[in-house]
């Protein structure tokens, strides 16, 4: 079964980056379509981008085009996103999830434990 972990969420100001680090085990990643989620308190949770199995193929969230950059690197079973200009509104929990069913990420079936961003002044 894969396994996902999070990590390099923290805390920014208003206009700083982050580099979040998606680190998989248990099955070779290049099957799999990877998406990043995020949930801030008291709304849904929203595909933020998703990139294919073959890394061809990305897909973002227009709150974040030209901000945030997908990125996998199948030898390391990494997946990272760049974000940078980064806003208040971006704060959120940030989860990694991968599927083998679909290019979208929309169906992804295995999730990591997230990672907060906050960004605040």
């Known amino acids: 079964q894969l396994q996902l972990v999070e990590s390099g969420g923290g805390l920014v100001q208003p206009g700083g980056s982050l580099r979040l680090s998606c680190t998989t085990s248990?099955?070779?990643?290049?099957?799999?379509?990877v998406g990043w989620f995020r949930q801030a308190p008291g709304k849904d949770r929203e595909r933020v981008s998703c990139i294919g199995s073959g890394g061809g193929v990305t897909n973002y969230a227009d709150s974040v085009k030209g901000r945030f950059t997908i990125s996998r690197d199948n030898a390391k079973n990494t997946i990272y996103m760049q974000m940078n200009s980064l806003k208040p509104e971006d704060t959120a929990d940030y989860y990694c999830?991968?599927?083998?069913?679909?290019?979208?990420?929309?169906?992804?079936?295995?999730w990591g434990q997230g990672t907060r961003v906050t960004v605040s002044s």
């Open positions: 999830a991968a599927t083998s069913l679909d290019s979208t990420c929309y169906g992804a079936n295995y």
């Open positions: 248990g099955f070779p990643l290049d099957y799999y379509a």
